[in-house]
């Protein structure tokens, strides 16, 4: 039978299996023959035997994942150890084991004794430490030629400052002879007090509620009586005296008619102004008209034309009226000198 045409599948007679090759002569010259048998397979089969290796070898892999992973798992927090029982012995560097120290709870906090004192921030040696206080404030008495500007240049303070220190709103505003809070070191911070608020009570009646009429009564066509306050008459303000009457005066930028202004400053009791003079050297009069001046109010006459109002007053004049080295004269209506200024240079 030929080898080409021999079939591994198909069931082959035994002769074919016992059959014997020619032998050949031992020293001779010809090398012995391999006899070379191919077997083909179909693909089919070929396709069979690739499949089951690859199962195999999937089922071997994951049997290795799976050990592996059991060895090598990453580390876990050991859970609270149970009352009783100590944690195993662990590995140390160097050889040998040493006992695990079980995890602290919250009762094994460590805490600072009963009485111990907390330790707290010392101050570095040499540091200034910082105030709050300022220095007290120094009083000073306005004079002549002085305004509010210098004088906080004086004493090294703000003008800000040093209008609030006195309660004063126009920094072109000082009078001669004042005295004013010097804020040296700044203005003290304002504590804020808390004021609780009242609880509303229920007030009784000042009389008993009237009483209803019997269902048979014809009530009257007018009341009676009428409940009600009993109106009272207004106090009149009566002006004080001229011994008691301290009025201020002074002349604020003259020669300039827009801005020109005289002041007039109660430091005293009620005055009631109506019919008082105001007048220069050059006969220049003005007349007050119905005006009150409360103790420390203020009014200004203006020497320009405007409307009046509580605080000031318009003159009218077409130019300006006050001169430097002039007096300016305030009377009463009964033509009595109640104060004067000179104006003083720029």
Known sequence: MDYDEFDPLEPQSAKYLDAEYPEEDEGSDLARDV??????????????????????????????????GQNYLPFQPAAASVAGTEPP???????????????????????????????????????????????????????????????????????EDLMRANGLTDPDYVLVGQELLIPIG??????PTFTPMPVPTDTPLPFNPPTSLPADTTPPAE???????????????????????????????????????????????????????????????????????????AVNVHTAAGSDTTTDLYWGQPEAVWDVGEVATLRDADGTVIATYTVPEP
């Open 35 to 68: 006899t070379r048998v191919t077997v083909s397979l179909s693909w089919q089969q070929v396709a069979f035997i690739i499949g089951i290796n690859a199962i195999l070898s999937l089922i071997i892999s994951l049997a290795v994942v799976v050990i592996a």
């Open 89 to 159: 012995p662990v590995a140390v560097a160097g050889g040998g084991t040493e006992q695990a120290q079980p995890p602290l709870s919250a009762s094994d906090t460590p805490t600072s004794p009963p009485g111990a004192a907390i330790p707290t921030a010392q101050p570095v040696p040499g540091e200034a430490l910082p105030t709050g206080t300022p220095v007290e404030p120094t009083v000073y008495i306005v004079q002549s030629g002085d305004n509010l500007s210098s004088i906080a240049s004086k004493f090294e303070v703000s003008l």
């Open 186 to 191: 700044g203005l003290p911070l304002a504590t």
């Open 223 to 297: 009341p009676a009586a009428t409940v009600g306050p009993t109106p009272t008459a207004e106090p009149t303000l009566t002006s004080a005296p001229v011994g008691e009457i301290r009025l201020v005066l002074q002349v604020l930028r003259p020669g300039d008619l827009v801005n020109e202004v005289a002041q007039v400053v109660n430091q005293g009791p009620f005055v009631r102004l109506s019919g008082w003079t105001l007048s220069d050297e050059a006969g220049n009069v003005y007349t007050f008209p119905d005006f009150s001046l409360w103790g420390g109010g």
